[in-house]
T-cell receptor, first 114, second 114 residues
């Protein structure tokens, strides 16, 4: 069964600095999607960034980028120029083709230090 | 504006009461999901639906039930609420075609059973 592992339950970063959140996954599929979701305190879960496994180029969305290493089954999220509004729980997720479910990691709580 | 709605946002109710958590989406999505999440913790899939009259149990056993009579509506019912049901319940939906494998989340219902 597919699994998603986030090894950092909590992280802190100084405002304006860069932080990288780690994620590894296990799968036997060759074609799949990976996501990073953000859940701010008491607010709605939103999609931050998406990566298609067949694309070698790493996805970027403004200050958010990923380092996708398919062979290593690694999918880390880099946040540049961290802002106070980036404080949230971040969930790494894998789209499972066989039953169209998304498998979520346990999350990393990110604190931004002013 | 296309969106996904959940009502109520907060509910405090006594043990033994029957409750229904509402979820509606205006995006025409076929697939809908219910997750249970304790505050700041991981998401657990409890129910999902691939379309009208389709419902399946998720990975986490739940005493709740769901129905899918209309595409846009996916209510969750607890026949007899217990304190162990205290949690946050998140509804999500996703479309049929890629890149819509991503799930769109509602704001959640925070349930407290006293």
């Amino acid at each position: 069964a597919q699994t998603v592992t986030q090894s950092q339950p909590e992280m802190s970063v100084q405002e304006a600095e860069t932080v990288t959140l780690s994620c590894t996954y296990d799968t036997s599929e060759s074609d799949y999607y990976l996501f990073w979701y953000k859940q701010p305190p008491s607010r709605q879960m939103i999609l931050v960034i998406r990566q298609e496994a067949y694309k070698q180029q790493n996805a970027t969305e403004n200050r958010f980028s990923v380092n996708f290493q398919k062979a290593a089954k690694s999918f880390s999220l880099k946040i540049s120029d961290s802002q106070l509004g980036d404080a949230a729980m971040y969930f790494c997720a894998y789209h499972q083709n066989r039953d169209d479910k998304i498998i979520f990691g346990k999350g990393t709580r990110l604190h931004i230090l002013p | 504006e296309a969106d996904i709605y959940q009502t109520p946002r907060y509910l405090v109710i006594g043990t033994g009461k029957k409750i229904t958590l509402e979820c509606s989406q205006t995006m025409g999505h076929d697939k809908m999901y219910w997750y249970q999440q304790d505050p700041g913790m991981e998401l657990h899939l409890i129910h999902y639906s691939y379309g009208v009259n389709s419902t399946e149990k998720g990975d986490l056993s739940s005493e709740s039930t769901v129905s899918r009579i209309r595409t846009e509506h996916f209510p969750l019912t607890l026949e007899s609420a217990r304190p162990s049901h205290t949690s946050q319940y998140l509804c999500a939906s996703s479309g049929r075609q890629e890149p819509s494998y991503e799930q769109y989340f509602g704001p959640g219902t925070r349930l407290t059973v006293t």
